[in-house]
């Protein structure tokens, strides 16, 4: 069983990643990507698919086009764990 974040840890969520919100309703992280075309999109996707398989953590995600939308929560942990800060990093820095 994984811990799900602590409150320190919640609060601190919005300096550590400015580019995510908290998911409404539900206990998790989201943030929304555009890209040029599909193509783009896809490539993403297929980068963030090989970091999910490294992290042995894996997204809830959309594609529509050039657009893709991912949440981030702990299935094992019914709730934000740190797994999903540290996917969350990682997929910033291939953003
Ligand atoms: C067996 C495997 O490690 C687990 O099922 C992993 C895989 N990927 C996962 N991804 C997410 N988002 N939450 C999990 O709890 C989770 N658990």
Do not use: Q, Y
């Amino acid at each position: 069983m994984i811990a799900k974040l602590t409150e320190a840890e919640r609060a601190a969520l919005v300096d550590l990643l400015p580019n995510w919100i908290l998911a409404k309703g539900r206990d998790a992280i989201e943030r929304s990507f555009k890209f040029r075309d599909f193509s783009e999109a896809f490539g993403f996707m297929t980068r963030v698919a090989l970091l999910a398989e490294k992290h042995d953590h894996h997204p809830e995600w959309s594609n529509v086009w050039n657009r893709v939308s991912i949440a981030l929560t702990t299935h094992d942990a019914g709730g934000l764990s740190e797994r999903d800060i540290k996917l969350a990093e990682a997929i910033d820095l291939i953003a």
